[in-house]
């Protein structure tokens, strides 16, 4: 019910979007996340959005990142601008009913299949 694309090759510095793209039921009310997963590292949070559209972000992508959301069209979005090697990961989008801005992966009930995004120094 969520497809997360956008993913690629980039240079240090550059920028990628990355969309979710949800399906099967309106996620309107639902808290939107996104989550990396790097090469032999634990799944982390990067960032989510509210119905209200408060935000949150890791300490290591704000200033860099920005996500946002369009209900009309059921997606949510990742801008991820002067992107670092260590960005490199592969990226799950999220979504959970009934929470704020959570960052627990647990909280989340249903996810996406995830987009590589690999950064090149």
């Known amino acids: 019910q969520l497809q997360a694309s956008g993913g690629g090759l980039v240079q240090t510095g550059g920028s990628l979007r990355l969309s979710c793209g949800a399906s099967?039921?309106?996620?309107?009310?639902?808290?939107m996340g996104w989550f990396r997963q790097a090469p032999g590292k634990e799944r982390e949070f990067v960032a989510v959005?509210?119905?209200?559209?408060?935000?949150a972000y890791v300490d290591s992508v704000k200033g860099r990142f920005t996500v946002s959301r369009d209900n009309a069209k059921n997606f949510m979005y990742l801008q991820m601008n002067n992107l670092k090697p260590e960005d490199t990961a592969v990226y799950y989008c999220?979504?959970?009913?009934?929470?704020?801005?959570?960052?627990?992966?647990?909280?989340?009930?249903?996810w996406g299949q995830g987009t590589l995004v690999t950064v090149s120094s």
């Open positions: 959005i509210d119905w209200s559209d408060q935000t």
């Open positions: 099967g039921r309106t996620f309107s009310h639902y808290a």
């Open positions: 999220a979504a959970a009913l009934g929470l704020r801005l959570p960052t627990v992966s647990s909280d989340y009930d249903y």
